[in-house]
C-alpha cells in the first residue's frame, strides 16, 4: 500500500510538472504566432509587417540592453562628441572627416562606397542604424519575422567589407603586408575576429520572449581595442642585445615581431598613435644604471609589419662604472597626454652582446 501511494503520489507531481510545461509552450506558442501586443513607444503596425518608430540606440536597447551597453562603451558610440575629435577637426569644420563619424546606413549604399554623413542625431556617432539598418529591415547574423522590425542575414557584417567604409588604411595594410605573409594553409583573419570576438549568449533581453530564445553565437559590441582578450601574443620580443658605446652610452638593440595584427603597429591616420618602447639596463643586484626609449608612430617607416622581425636601436646613458647585467623591456600604447597606457609586452633577460 505505501509503494502504491508514493508511485501514485510521483505520478501526480509528474503530472504537474508536465502540465506546467504545456501551459508554457500553450503562452510562448500564442504569443509567437498570434502576436503580443507592441509598445507603442517603440513600434507601430504597418499591414504585416512593424517597423521601429524609436531607431535610435535606446530604442534598440528596449531588446537589446547587453549589446547596446557594450555599444556605448566603444570609440564608436564617442565618435562624433569626443573631445580631440572635436578640437582636431576645429569645431567640426573639417568636412572631409565628418562622414565617418556620423554616417548614413552603410549597407544601403551601393557596394559599400564612401560613407555619407547623415542629417540627424549624429550626436549618436556610429550607431546601431548606421551598421544594420538595412532599408526597412536590420541587418544580422540570424533572421526573424517576429518582433518590433524584420531581420535579414548580411554576412557582410562579419567581414571586412563594412568596416573598411570608413577604416581604409588599415583595410589596405592589411591586403598590403598581412594577407601576403600568411603561410600556406594558414586562416585568414578578419577585422571581427579581433575586434568583435564571439561568444554564446541571447541576443535579446528585457522581455517574455526573450526567456525562450537560445544562446546563440554573438559578437561584442563594445569593439576592443587595448584589451587583453585582443592583444594577448600579439606583440612578440625576439631578441635583445647590447653594445657598449664611446661616452658611456650602451646601445640597446630589441627585435619584436607584431604577431596578432592584420596591419602596421600602430596603424591609422588620425589622432595621436604611439608605441613607446622603454629599455632599463640594471647591475647585478638588480639596481638600475639607466634607461632610454623610442616611440614609433603611426605612419613611421618603423611601423611593426605583421610577421616580419623589426629591430630599433635604442641608446641608454650609464650613470654608473657598474656593468649592466639585465635589461628590462617595456612596450605601451599611450595616448596625447599620457593618461592612459597600455602594456603590450614586458620582458626581463640577461644581456647578450653583441
Not at 557582410?156 to 594553409?185: F, K, M, N, W
Not at 608605441?275 to 647591475?283: K, S
Not at 639585465?326 to 653583441?354: C, G, H, I, Q
Request: charged share 25%; net charge positive; aromatic share 4%.
Amino acid at each position: 500500500m505505501t509503494r502504491t501511494k508514493h508511485i501514485r503520489t510521483g505520478n501526480a507531481r509528474r503530472g504537474i510538472v508536465l502540465s506546467r510545461l504545456v501551459l508554457l509552450l500553450g503562452v510562448s506558442t500564442c504569443l509567437v504566432f498570434c502576436g503580443a501586443k507592441p509598445s507603442r513607444k517603440r513600434c507601430e503596425n504597418r499591414g504585416p509587417k512593424k517597423a521601429m518608430r524609436d531607431t535610435s540606440p535606446n530604442g534598440c536597447a528596449e531588446c537589446h540592453a547587453c549589446i547596446t551597453q557594450q555599444w556605448k562603451r566603444s570609440a564608436h558610440a564617442q565618435s562624433w562628441v569626443d573631445p580631440q575629435y572635436v578640437a582636431d577637426t576645429e569645431d567640426r569644420q573639417a568636412s572631409e572627416c565628418l562622414p565617418c563619424h556620423a554616417p548614413k546606413p552603410v549597407l544601403e549604399q551601393k557596394g559599400i562606397a564612401k560613407p555619407v554623413l547623415r542629417q540627424r542625431n549624429r550626436h549618436h556617432g556610429v550607431d546601431c542604424v548606421t551598421c544594420h539598418k538595412r532599408g526597412g529591415a536590420y541587418a544580422g547574423p540570424y533572421s526573424n519575422r517576429h518582433g518590433p522590425h524584420p531581420t535579414v542575414v548580411d554576412r557582410r557584417l562579419t567581414t571586412a567589407a563594412v568596416c573598411e567604409t570608413c577604416h581604409e588604411i588599415e583595410a589596405q595594410e592589411r591586403t598590403d603586408y598581412y594577407i601576403p605573409s600568411l603561410d600556406l594553409g594558414q586562416k585568414e583573419k578578419n577585422c571581427c575576429d579581433c575586434h568583435r570576438p564571439a561568444y554564446h549568449d541571447r541576443l535579446t533581453e528585457g522581455h517574455v520572449l526573450s526567456l525562450i530564445h537560445p544562446k546563440r553565437r554573438v559578437r561584442d559590441h563594445s569593439f576592443p581595442v587595448w584589451t587583453e582578450r585582443v592583444t594577448k601574443g600579439a606583440l612578440e620580443v625576439n631578441r635583445i642585445t647590447a653594445n657598449s658605446m664611446d661616452g658611456g652610452q650602451t646601445e640597446v638593440t630589441v627585435t619584436l615581431t607584431n604577431r596578432g595584427a592584420g596591419h602596421l603597429m600602430p596603424t591609422g591616420e588620425f589622432g595621436h598613435r604611439e608605441l613607446r618602447i622603454q629599455v632599463e639596463l640594471l647591475n647585478a643586484e638588480g639596481q638600475s644604471l639607466g634607461q632610454g626609449n623610442h616611440s614609433i608612430f603611426a605612419k613611421d617607416e618603423s611601423g611593426l609589419v605583421p610577421g616580419e622581425e623589426t629591430p630599433f636601436s635604442i641608446p641608454v646613458e650609464v650613470t654608473s662604472n657598474a656593468s649592466p647585467v639585465k635589461v628590462k623591456l617595456l612596450v605601451e600604447r599611450l595616448n596625447r597626454d599620457r593618461s592612459f597606457r597600455y602594456t603590450l609586452a614586458e620582458d626581463e633577460r640577461l644581456l647578450v652582446e653583441e
